[in-house]
């Protein structure tokens, strides 16, 4: 039986505007495995945000518990999450969030860089993580000589160097086209398979069902978890 790497126990995010309290995430409990490959899917202002924020250790909860790894991030300090953020969580954005004024090794070699490694290991770790996307090749390049989907697999590269726990990949294809889009979800398969746990952020159903497993967020809460075939069959 695989280990929990996520666990959240009755999540809340509650914002108050004026008089009016609105609950961004309203009692959400979820575990995730490691090596799971899971969607969270839901339409803007859903809550599906809100959720990554949190499981990023980019916010914490208003009330709750959330478990990295085992590890209590419910209320730790920012620089506390920074620190988590940077040990445990590799992140792939909509926007790739490359540097354009670092070639393709010294983007990939940035969270390395933050991590204390060594320039030795991280140039030859950063060299890996461009080889298992496919560019090992173009490491002198910069991110305005590559295309779209190029870019996006160098951020991929990126999340892989650290070796983190959780890859979180949000709304990872929202800025490519149809083929490309593929192209990135294939590597995400592929760095799956390869023992990876993947959380993807999207609001769009035909992503979706690329994972294993997905979880529809909808108002707030949870309004399905399941099989990727068990939900295919409902939308």
Known sequence: MA??????KDIYKIYHMGDEEVRAN????????????????????????????????????TEGSYYLGGEDVSDMSDDQLAVIRNKMIGFIFQQYNL????????????PLLYAGVGREERRE???????????KEKWR????????GQQQRVSIARALAGDPSLILAD???????????????????????????????THDNSIAVEAKRVVRIYDGKINFDGDVKDYAAII
Not at 172 to 199: C, Q, Y
């Open 3 to 8: 280990e929990p790497l996520i666990e959240l």
């Open 99 to 110: 540097l354009p004024k670092l070639n393709l090794l010294e983007n990939v070699e940035l």
């Open 141 to 148: 390049n910069m991110p305005n000589q590559l295309s779209g």
């Open 171 to 201: 709304e990872p294809t929202g800025a490519l086209d149809s083929r490309t889009s593929r192209e990135v979800l294939d590597f995400l398969k592929k760095i799956n398979e390869e023992g990876n746990t993947i959380v993807m952020i």
């Open 125 to 135: 770790r950063a060299m890996e993580s461009l080889e298992k996307v496919g560019l």
């Open 26 to 61: 309203d009692g959400i409990t979820l575990t995730i495995y490691k090596g799971e490959f899971v969607a969270i899917v839901g339409k803007s202002g859903s809550g599906k945000s809100t959720l990554m924020n949190i499981i990023g250790a980019l916010d914490v909860p």
